[in-house]
């Protein structure tokens, strides 16, 4: 099936309304362009806080939002449900799945990224790491699984090791989700159970390199390993994972049984670039211009995490949300500017506007490069920093509420094991 555009107006494609696409989107809203986005997801979701859905802080509706809800002001602006399974370029065509084809003039890539298993793709099924909604649920069901069977368990040790979570990753993910199990598991399940003591529950943070944070300065490393082990958590460091399997990890020195493994290692990039056939990096990302268009192919942009984009210094942009959203805004707005005036696309500058980490009630880092921020100031700025990106969210109010309830009482209100999970984890 063809989708053919109704006249003369240039035809953009956004391929994932995530920080990227949709804040390109928001930028051609009301010009002339007739604009598709088209995501797999109806919504767009806010990553940086999947780690609170899957400890039980928010639900899943706290932190998405429907994509058509976002651009509905928009008459230009169409929403398409579907995934995009290929790009013919000389053709200026894209497929979904469904086989349905849409024409385009420009074409927008912005499909971020996923986990990487380091070639182990078996793995991703035994420790799910929050980068969907789906994941966010299975992570939290399986931790809340995990503490029912040690509540039902007679032998002290299979408790234990119930009650082990490991984490495999020590960067902001890893750090994230460490501090908020070992929350979870000392003030919020503390209260729950009878027969066993959450606050005897092990967390272990497992990170390869010779330190956590590594993406932060050293200082700010320090200061969260401290802020970690305060919170009871094992921080292991220099030890590669080499296996895992459904009871637990292996590294290269030691066994760790484990209830739940939860991964937050390495970052490859969503598969867009083979569809174009474009020059890739190792992590698959697609190496563009500073215009952010695909070097050697016409009329197409990529954006976010499934692009490599340089600095001034010739080092690759991180994979951030505010890298994905000043990209998109700045292609949107420089679109914009070429279809109205034909001024060639203007290159790309990013602003650090600051790095920042979790990793726990009262405790967290930033790095805005020139400056450096620790401890509850640090956490009182991430919050309100983050309640303020949630903008267009409904839900504003409701996260900051629910924020000081779970601040004040020490709860964590989305306690809930949903059925799916339930059916394979539980024993009969
Ligand atoms: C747990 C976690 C915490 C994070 N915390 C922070 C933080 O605190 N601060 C920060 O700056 N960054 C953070 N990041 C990184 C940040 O989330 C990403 O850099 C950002 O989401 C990238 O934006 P994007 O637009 O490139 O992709 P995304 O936001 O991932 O959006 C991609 C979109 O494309 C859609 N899509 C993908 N493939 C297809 C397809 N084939 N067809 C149709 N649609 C498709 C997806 O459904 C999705 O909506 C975090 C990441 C994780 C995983």
Redesign the pocket.
Known sequence: MAVAGTGNEPRIVI???????LACARELGGTKAKVTI????NY??F??L??QVATAALSPADIARPIRRIVGKFTNIDVIL????AVDAAQRTVRLADGTELGYDRLVL????DYSYFGHPEWAALAP???SLEDARRIRSRLLISFERAEMARDPAEQQLLMTTAIVGGG??GV?MAGAVAELARYALARDFRRIDPRRARIVLIEAGPRILSAFPLSLSDYARTALERLGVTVILNEAVVSIDASGVTTARQRIDAGTVIW?AGVQA???GSWLGAVLDRAGRISIDADLSVKGIEGVYA????ALAMDAAGSPLP??????TQQ?AHLGRSLREHLSNGRPLAPFQFRNRG???IIGRHAAVFDFGWWQLKGRFAWLLWAIIHVYLLVGFDNRLRVSLQWLWAYITYERGARLIMSDARSKALPE
């Open positions: 391929v994932g309304a995530g920080f990227g696409g088209v995501d797999r997801q767009h979701l990553v940086p999947l780690y579907g995934e995009v399974r912005a499909t971020g990224s790491g929050p980068r902001p993910t994230e937050g969503s598969p867009a954006l976010g995490d499934t994979a951030l949300a505010q890298v994905a998109g790095n920042t980490a």
